[in-house]
């Protein structure tokens, strides 16, 4: 496999795993705890995450 390929797809299981992380901060009672602001970004934060993951998942398939 092209070595392109392997880096997103390593791209993409670490960006995964850190969203998968910030989920369940996201849900903790720490992140309640935050400022409005900061917790305003994080969200925005893992919804970009989610839409990049959704971009690499998409590129993967095509070169498949």
């Known amino acids: 496999m092209s070595d392109y390929i392997e880096r997103m797809k390593k791209e993409h299981d670490e960006l ?3 969203h998968d992380k910030l ?3 996201i849900t903790s ?3 309640e ?3 409005h602001e900061s ?3 994080m969200i925005k934060q893992h919804v970009f ?3 990049y993951i959704d971009i690499l ?3 993967i398939m095509l070169v498949k």
């Open 16 to 18: 995964c795993d850190k």
């Open 23 to 25: 989920t369940t901060f």
């Open 29 to 31: 009672l720490t992140f």
């Open 33 to 35: 705890a935050l400022e």
């Open 39 to 41: 917790r305003e970004l």
């Open 49 to 51: 995450m989610g839409a």
């Open 57 to 59: 998942n998409q590129r």
